[in-house]
């Protein structure tokens, strides 16, 4: 996918007052932040923000942080919330491998909604359920490790299945066609878009 550079973007950004500038100075103190002490969840690669804004009104007793890498993207996001008095959602503009230089010990759940599958095998640590990855998130959960993932990408669903299971998770919830399941969901931009075309959306949770 190509991403269209907007010179704007960082600008609506750096205004907004659901976004955090300078995220690595708020490690192990994200719930100063959100004066409580409700649970934590991100979601990492929120695109333009669907699903964590909708889990964020569905959910005012959970903090939700929202991780985009993309000025561009993350701008979107930005603008769906001008109207809007969320006190439950925060937002950063990083790349999930500086995860753990942002949060430590303190998040009860990872969403990753569908990530870039970085098809190609020498790409495979890139891949956001690798181990290399994992490993980092280990030192982010407060406690329980727990993950939530939705994808289209059955091969990289596949992976994920082996990869977490390798890693000591346990699955649950395992589906490959969640339209089809009584299970609570926000759709993303893009699941909206593949859902439209009849391609199946694969979800599983993953504890630890």
């Keep these: 996918m190509r991403l269209r550079n907007n010179k704007n973007a960082k600008d609506i950004i750096n205004n907004s007052r659901y976004v955090v500038l300078n995220p ?8 100063k932040l959100f004066g409580n ?12 923000g669907n699903f964590i804004i909708g889990m964020a ?10 991780i985009e890498m993309y000025d561009s ?11 809007l008095e969320l006190s439950n959602l925060k937002l950063i503009r990083m790349d999930a491998n500086d995860i753990d230089k942002v949060f430590k010990k303190e998040i009860s759940l990872i969403y990753l909604n569908f ?5 190609k095998n020498r790409n495979a640590k890139r891949r956001l359920t690798h181990e ?15 993950i939530f993932m939705k994808t289209d990408n059955i091969k ?13 998770y346990t699955l649950k919830n395992v589906t490959l066609d969640l339209h089809s399941e009584d299970i609570e969901n926000v759709e993303t931009e893009y699941e909206k878009k593949f ?3 009849g391609i199946r959306i694969n979800r599983l949770e993953a504890y630890k």
Aim: no cysteine; net charge positive.
């Design 24 to 31: 690595e100075e708020q490690i192990s103190t994200w719930s």
């Design 37 to 48: 002490k409700n649970p934590i969840h991100i979601e990492i690669g929120m695109g333009k």
């Design 57 to 66: 009104k569905l959910h005012p007793e959970i903090n939700f942080i929202g």
């Design 73 to 83: 993207v993350l701008m979107h996001a930005v603008k769906k919330l001008d109207e």
């Design 115 to 119: 990530s870039d599958p970085w098809p």
């Design 132 to 146: 290399r990855l994992l490993s980092k998130y280990d030192n982010i959960f407060k406690k329980d490790k727990v």
């Design 156 to 168: 990289l669903f596949a992976f994920s299945i082996e990869s977490l299971s390798n890693y000591g």
């Design 195 to 197: 859902s439209s075309k």
